[in-house]
């Protein structure tokens, strides 16, 4: 069994930041891709950034320029540095992860359970 853990959201207003973490625990032989994705009310969940366990990192447009997203690989722990937040940034944040267990061969994807995140002034 795999747990992701999202902590660090919370009402910033515009332009103020939030860092965002999100922790794997369970039995974790490795890690693929992981990444962080938003619903905002009456909308679909969208990425919003995706990093390889090697670093590379991918942003939707919306976010470019404004978040970073990082790994710490020793400690199973995904990263979003939001800078510059807007209003529109508003929703649900969700972690997500490929994940291989020690009990299976194969490769899953795991969610976490998210974190609100709120800008407003």
């Known amino acids: 069994q795999v747990q992701l853990v999202e902590s660090g959201g919370g009402l910033v207003q515009p332009g103020g930041s939030l860092r965002l973490s999100c922790a794997a625990s369970g039995s974790i032989f490795s890690i693929g891709a992981m990444g962080w994705y938003r619903q905002a009310p009456g909308k679909e969940r969208e990425l919003v950034a995706r990093?390889?366990?090697?670093?590379?990192?991918n942003y939707a447009d919306p976010v470019k320029g404004r978040f970073t997203a990082s790994r710490d690989n020793a400690k199973n722990t995904v990263y979003l540095q939001m800078n510059s937040l807007k209003p529109e940034d508003t929703g649900v944040y969700y972690c997500?992860?490929?994940?291989?267990?020690?009990?299976?061969?194969?490769?899953?994807?795991?969610w976490g359970q998210g974190t609100q995140v709120t800008v407003s002034s």
């Open positions: 997500n992860a490929d994940v291989r267990t020690f009990y299976r061969g194969d490769w899953l994807n795991y």
């Open positions: 990093i390889t366990s090697g670093s590379n990192t």
